[in-house]
């Protein structure tokens, strides 16, 4: 179990047609799970229903809290943002597009140095074609630009420590 729980930080942006399963689905992984939690999802600026799906699904949920933004920031931007209010001392951004199983996320999450980023399930780039490894590439970049974090290639996420 992380020491002192996990912020989940949820960014989305015109994903209201799939946004509360994909929600949902998180939430179940996490909540089977013995780990204190918290989940930040963050409307970036849609212009469909995703606040309101966001909301609807936060609704009776004590764990979870939406955030809107007026207008689109970009990912880099939602994630800066969601690491600087998490509540939790640690945070993980958790795509919500549907292409990671959330169960898959909390296989191997074990963090009890607060000093340390985690990083789990890296694979060989080689093996993978070119049309998965060009987004990979444009993650790593990000990572790289905007949180300062030099990084082998990562198919998965990074648990980072908060301020919290």
Known sequence: MTDGGITLICPAKEEGTHIAKTLT???DAI???????????????SEDDTYERMQSFASGRAEVRVERFDVNHGL??????????AKMPYAMFVPTNGMIDPRSLFDKLDARAPDKVIMFDVENLA??????????????????????????????????????
Not at 31 to 45: K, N, P, V
Not at 133 to 139: D, F, G, N, Q, T
């Open 25 to 27: 689905d998180i939430y």
């Open 31 to 45: 909540a089977s799970e013995d780990y204190a939690f918290e989940m930040l999802c963050i409307d970036d600026g």
């Open 76 to 85: 880099g931007y939602a994630c800066r943002h969601g690491y600087a209010v």
């Open 127 to 164: 093996e993978r074609p070119l049309y998965r490894r060009l987004p990979s590439a444009v993650y790593h970049f990000l990572m790289t630009r905007y949180f300062g974090i030099r990084c082998s290639y990562v198919h998965s996420m990074l648990l980072l420590p908060t301020s919290a």
